[in-house]
């Protein structure tokens, strides 16, 4: 009876994985691809971002493998990612040199969890000297605000291999994007 028990439990173990996993098939079959054109290929609200913000407000991916989603492909290179919604539905944006290369759709989109940025971002390590330095000037910055430009959103990204798929996870403010490519074309 006990190695019965136990032979169960192992066998829970194992199947756990398949139970929690996100069922990556269907998330790429609903993903509906963007239907129009951004005019000239400027993001509209690109102008917005970066009067309101002191630093570009978006995270730099660089892939060095080609992601393939339904009829795009996506070079290896560098891209600013833009989490943007149109007509109710979530967008990533891949930028190169301000210019819109591509518009994938959004696979799911969730609320960032509650002290995410803090657990997961690495500290940077200061000096005795540094840090002073650092705490006089933003004692300086605070009594004396000549900008009214605030510090952007916090982001992060996150890149997960699976067999058949590769899930980009944008992490950008309050809300986490994921997308889902394809490994091959077919």
């Known amino acids: 009876m006990r190695n019965l028990f136990f032979v169960i439990a192992i066998m829970i173990f194992f199947a756990l994985p398949s139970f929690s996993s996100d069922d990556y098939d269907s998330l790429y079959e609903s993903a509906e691809p963007f239907k ?4 000239n290929d400027v993001d509209p609200f690109q102008d917005e971002d970066m009067i309101k913000y002191a630093w570009s407000p978006y995270p730099l991916f660089r892939t060095s493998a080609y992601l393939y989603f339904k009829d795009s492909t996506i070079e290896p290179g560098y891209y600013s990612l833009t989490p943007r919604t149109f007509n109710g539905s979530d967008y990533i944006l891949f930028k190169q040199n301000g210019k819109v290369q591509f518009v994938i759709p959004s696979a799911k989109t969730e609320a960032t969890p509650l002290n995410f940025y803090e657990a997961n971002t690495p500290k940077i390590k200061q000096t005795k000297w540094q840090k002073f330095a650092s705490n006089v000037k933003k004692k300086f910055y605070d009594t004396a605000q000549d900008s009214m430009r605030s510090t952007p959103p916090s982001s992060m990204l996150n890149v997960e291999a699976d067999v058949k798929y590769i899930i980009l996870v944008l992490y950008y403010g309050e ?12």
């Open 36 to 39: 129009s054109r951004l005019y």
């Open 175 to 186: 809300k986490k994007y994921t997308a889902v490519f394809k490994r091959t074309p077919y």
